[in-house]
């Protein structure tokens, strides 16, 4: 493996590391911020311990496992990548993508419905951590000749 994509790999890592470490951060704001309300039978502590740790780990676990696929895919298919192979690496990014996304849509209905007053700050938490754990990781991971594979990624990576 060459400097180049050991220095891709090493970026390809912060986000999943930042995805962890958002987790905690997340979790502080859920318990000591007033402006996240839980419903009446949750403590904020309760709701953070028993419902939003499980479901953020899932997420950030499934993006980090998906994130570390892509750039192993991309990194054996990268030296003879072709701009006809762009079809079928966008394609595999997708669904890896859709793996991320029913991860989140199986915590949503196994863990998002237990308060009705937190849903959407509990949907925005998990959103934030797929676009920083997946996302940004397979951004900063693909190799360059690959970059228009991962949607968006040419915003960041130009």
């Not at 966008?90 to 996304?101: A, C, K, N, Q, Y």
Request: glycine content about 4%.
């Amino acid at each position: 493996m060459d400097l180049e994509h050991r220095i891709q790999a090493f970026l390809g890592t912060l986000p999943i590391i930042g995805g962890l470490l958002l987790i905690l951060v997340e979790r502080l704001i859920i318990t000591n911020s007033g402006f996240i309300r839980v419903d009446s039978s949750l403590t904020r502590e309760d709701y953070a311990n028993d419902y939003f740790t499980p479901a953020a780990l899932i997420v950030v676990l499934v993006s980090a496992i998906c994130a570390v696929v892509w750039y192993f895919i991309a990194l054996k298919w990268s030296p003879r990548f072709a701009p006809p192979d762009m079809r079928s690496a966008r394609f595999t990014w997708i669904f890896l993508s859709i793996l991320v996304i029913v991860s989140f849509v199986g915590v949503w209905f196994l863990f998002g419905t237990a308060s009705s007053k937190s849903l959407l700050w509990f949907a925005g938490f998990l959103i934030i951590n797929i676009v920083i754990t997946y996302w940004l990781s397979t951004v900063l991971s693909t190799p360059d000749n690959m970059i228009p594979a991962v949607f968006l990624a040419d915003l960041l990576r130009r």
